[in-house]
């Protein structure tokens, strides 16, 4: 309602923010897994005296340190980019609340980045003592900008006692915060493995060097794959009651064939999961000598799209909102949308910014439904309203106001405006509507 609008036609807003995020945190958790992987393969190494384990981890920390500090922080400038053009609302509401929480943790990110360029550069210039003291700072300093970030994102799912005392740390310390640390932790941990596995599968298989290092990396899955199931569970429990209720419905509609997205997305997930298990032990651990090539690709490929649908899944989780119970999806806040529809204000009267020569209801349509719709890309509501009247598309937007009655509350924003404004959305909507109907030569 106050910013203007970066309007992507074809995949929409959310896909642009979605590719770049899920890409972000795969690379990010990934350098946090580095972050143990490195000083920790260095301590096993100097305290055995295995000299070839040594030299793989000074080898392959140049390889670490261009993927996370450069890509990584590629993608980290993307995700501001993408979500200030996308939803502005959201982004300067975040900003605002937890000034002090992103300044926290730009300074973790800032030492974490600074300690991993001393660390690379300080294998022939520091002492063995002090070259691994760098590399346990940088260790901490990941897992402490993994600690902060996590705050916020766990706040736009459960943003708990925030809601009423509008406290930081009833923000930051919210509901689901210990679970989902304790996830992207193991994940973490996950991810460091896959990295020893790529990177030791390139190795020569003369000497016993690479077999050591594949079956050393194997183990990084172990805590991984046991303790996700607990986290989860954790997880699934201190999620909101009316979540829960939507993945319950969506697990008993598998019972009648009626598979929802989350539900197959959820299923693909955890098989997924389990394939890359089995690949793990019988292919890495197991039989060292044939893991190359094509099944660290599988690998990589897998752990992306499990990355992505976890992303997906607290998205969805999330709907009709952008922040739960504070602002919907289209950046209109929760306790605004109560107030217009109890004053019957004009929703128009209270848009900031319009196109020039725009009709009434293409800016109801721009302001409500645009951040998740699209004509004929992405969610298109040109197919969804095909063969339907005005008067059909209006009585559907009357249903769809704010209030319990209200079916389509749980995972849609509710339309909001006077019956006037509704009527030109309806319009509006019939002729954009009526245009897939009409025959194309």
């Known amino acids: 309602m106050n910013y203007p609008q970066w309007v992507i036609e074809g995949i929409g807003g959310p896909w642009v923010i979605g590719l770049i995020a899920i890409s972000h945190v795969f690379i990010s958790q990934f350098a946090v897994g580095g972050g143990f992987f490195l000083p920790i393969t260095e301590y096993i190494a100097r305290k055995n005296g295995n000299m070839e384990m040594l030299e793989y981890v000074h080898k392959h920390t140049r390889f670490f340190t261009i993927l996370t500090s450069v890509v990584g922080a590629m993608f980290g400038v993307g995700i501001w980019f ?103 932790l193991l994940v973490c941990l996950g991810l460091a493995g896959l990295y020893g596995l790529i990177t030791a599968s390139r190795m020569p298989k003369e000497g016993g060097l690479r077999t050591q290092m594949l079956r050393y990396s194997a183990m990084w899955f172990i805590p991984t794959f046991v303790g996700m199931l607990f986290a989860m569970g954790w997880y699934f429990f201190a999620l909101p009651e009316e979540v829960r209720t939507m993945l319950y419905s969506g697990v008993s509609g598998f019972a009648r064939g009626n598979l929802a997205v989350l539900t197959r997305v959820s299923m693909l997930t955890i098989l997924f999961t389990c394939t890359m298990g089995m690949m793990i032990y019988f292919g890495a651990y197991a039989n060292p000598d044939e893991f190359k090539g094509g099944k660290i690709a ?36 929760a306790a605004n949308a109560k107030t217009l529809e109890d004053s019957e204000q004009t929703f ?36 969804f309203l095909a063969g339907r009247d005005e008067n059909s598309i209006n009585s559907l937007l009357k249903i769809m106001r704010p209030g319990d009655k209200n079916p389509y509350q749980n995972i849609m924003p509710p339309v909001m405006g006077t019956d006037t404004e509704l009527a030109s959305l309806a319009h509006y909507l019939a002729e954009e509507a009526a245009k897939a109907d009409a025959p194309h030569h």
């Open 298 to 333: 599988f690998l990589m490929l897998s752990a992306l799209f499990v990355t992505g649908a976890g992303e997906w899944t607290r998205e969805v989780l999330r709907k009709p909102y952008v922040i739960r119970y504070v602002m919907y999806s289209n950046g209109v806040l």
């Open 82 to 184: 993408a979500i200030g053009l996308v939803n502005p609302d959201a982004t300067a509401f975040l900003i605002r609340n937890f000034v002090l929480a992103w300044t926290i943790e730009w300074v973790w990110f800032f030492l974490e980045i600074a300690s991993l360029v001393v660390y690379y550069y300080g294998w022939k210039t520091l002492s063995p003592r002090t070259h691994q003291i760098v590399g346990w700072v940088y260790l901490f300093t990941a897992v402490m900008t993994l600690f902060t970030i996590n705050g916020i994102l766990t706040f736009m799912l459960t943003p708990g006692d925030w809601v009423e005392n509008r406290n930081l740390w009833s923000a930051w310390f919210n509901p689901t915060f210990w679970p989902s640390f304790t996830i992207r």
């Open 348 to 383: 128009l009267d209270n848009i900031k910014w319009r196109r020039t020569g725009e009709s009434d209801g293409e800016a109801m349509f721009r302001a409500q439904c645009r951040s998740c719709h699209t004509m004929d890309g992405y969610r298109p509501l040109r197919e």
